[in-house]
């Protein structure tokens, strides 16, 4: 089954303990991104990969970092979590931008991260 | 830059009644449209896309949407609402050329019975 996905689903932490959140996609998809949303805000983009070893950063990067060391995956690494880190991440990944297409973005389930 | 803009950040219809939820964008250069609806605690699902094909985009379950370039709209319709369209619905646009995609701050629909 096509699919993205996250793990942990839900993670409470206490601030500055460094943590991992993984995603993985199986769809050989070039772009991947990692998004928050917050309730009145939306989905606001953290950091995106064109392809593995090119990362950008988003709107909203600071506090976070990102590898993609694979195609298949990138993790999101908030190395000294703070409470204003507290949302709902989604990961999402498509094919590349060839040809000019914008391909459809398809997302993973979610990490509901908690930061005390 | 480009920006999306949803007004309602709530709207209420009762079961069978039309929705309508409106989406205006701000892009520079023809943009690519979207829709995704996210029911609680899931993910996002895509509804409907537009990509400079034709301006009515027929989308799952029942909806669709028109773009509009004189007035810089895309909104979503659906004739006759169900209780299951009971979710959350984002606007995003994706300027050509650009590699982000932007999401408007969404629309809670709720279906009264």
């Known amino acids: 089954e096509a699919q993205v996905t996250q793990n942990p689903r839900y993670l409470i932490t206490v601030t500055g303990k460094k943590l991992t959140v993984t995603c993985s996609q199986n769809?050989?998809?070039?772009?991947m991104s990692w998004y928050r949303q917050d309730p009145g805000l939306g989905l606001r983009q953290i950091y995106y990969?064109?392809?593995?070893?090119?990362?950008d950063k988003g709107d909203v990067p600071e506090g976070y970092k990102v590898s993609r060391k694979e195609k298949r995956n990138f993790p999101l690494i908030l190395e000294s979590p703070s409470p204003n880190q507290t949302s709902l991440y989604f990961c999402?990944?498509?094919?590349?931008?060839?040809?000019?297409?914008?391909?459809?973005?398809?997302f993973g389930p979610g990490t509901r991260l908690l930061v005390l | 830059a480009q920006s999306v803009t949803q007004l309602g950040s709530h709207v209420s219809v009762s079961e069978g009644a039309l929705v309508l939820l409106r989406c205006n964008y701000s892009?520079?250069?023809?943009?690519?449209l979207f829709w995704y609806v996210q029911y609680p605690n899931q993910g996002l699902q895509l509804l409907l896309k537009?990509?400079?094909?034709?301006?009515l985009v027929k989308g799952i379950n029942g909806f669709e949407a028109e773009f509009k370039k004189s007035e810089t709209s895309f909104h979503l319709t659906k004739p006759s609402a169900h209780m299951s369209d009971a979710a959350e619905y984002f606007c995003?646009?994706?300027?050509?050329?650009?590699?982000?995609?932007?999401f408007g701050k969404g629309t809670k629909l709720s279906v009264i019975p």
């Open positions: 769809m050989n998809h070039e772009y």
């Open positions: 999402a990944s498509s094919f590349g931008l060839a040809g000019g297409r914008q391909e459809t973005q398809y």
């Open positions: 537009y990509t400079s094909a034709a301006t």
């Open positions: 995003a646009v994706w300027g050509a050329g650009s590699y982000q995609l932007t």
């Open positions: 990969s064109m392809n593995v070893e090119v990362t």
């Open positions: 892009s520079s250069v023809p943009p690519y």
